[in-house]
């Protein structure tokens, strides 16, 4: 269902100023932890790294979110337990929520733990289902990128365009190496394996809601990964759809909140980008 302008604010609070003061806030504190966390555990691989960082910084913003709307739903990463399927049943189980935050914490928990500066925080508003409402704030450069259904996609105040490319030969594209070893790993390997002789380049810098908004901002023209989950894409995808460009699944269906294998471009490649991962077998259907 499309929402009006009604759904953008409840009492006068804006959900988008409440999105843009949580992401800002966790990313201050994100950034002032960085070389200084203490506690690293592992998740559900050994690739899937958490910190209390990422814990604290979900804690802050659903706190923050719930002192202005106390009877919103809130997923977060660091609220579900660890592993495909139980993100899958965490997020169906949210399917009949009015308003739901969806949160990443800190995408780039890698990345942040290596202290290699491309993480982001991903903080977006669903309205039934819709994404109304999305931000990623990067505190490394202080750059937060923000969109409003219906009302464009903005960096630093300044309306984002997607770039122009309509050929995988002038683009320069980006995936993930995800923390499913066992199966979103291999396929996205093919991927890779496919895509980066058909491209200018490939650029794989381990945050997905990050690539994303770099794809609005018209940095890269494309990215792609297997196996991402609603809290890495949410934000992203309305940042894209915003700024020009286009989302679906792996196999070019429309985007929905459960897809988990997507496609994100500037549109001119998507379906160049789309048949080669086709042929490569590499969709992950
Ligand atoms: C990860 C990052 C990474 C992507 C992985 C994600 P996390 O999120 O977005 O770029 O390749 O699939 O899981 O664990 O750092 O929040
Ligand atoms: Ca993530
Ligand atoms: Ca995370």
Known sequence: MAADNATYALSGKSFTAVAINTAAKA???IKSKLGDFNKLDLKYS??????????GSESLIRRLVHT?????????EEGVEPGPAASARALAQMSGAEYLWIVD???????????FPFFSVSVA??????VIVGVVYDPCRDELFVAEKGKGAYLKGKPMRVSGETRLLD????TGFPADRDYALPINMDGVRAIAPKVRNVRIAGSAALHMAYVAAGRLSGFWEIGLNAWDMAAGTLLIEEAGGRITDTA??????????????NGGIHDELQRELAQANATGF
């Open 171 to 174: 683009s320069l594209v980006a």
């Open 125 to 130: 508003l669903a309205y039934r289902g819709e």
């Open 105 to 115: 914490p800190v995408d780039g928990t890698t990345n942040f733990v290596h202290g």
């Open 68 to 76: 202005h709307f106390p009877h919103h739903s809130f997923l977060g």
């Open 252 to 265: 070019g269906r429309p985007y929905e909140l459960a897809v988990r294998n997507v496609i994100a471009t």
């Open 27 to 29: 990313g201050e504190w």
């Open 46 to 55: 050994p690739h899937d790294l958490v910190t209390e960082v990422d814990k």
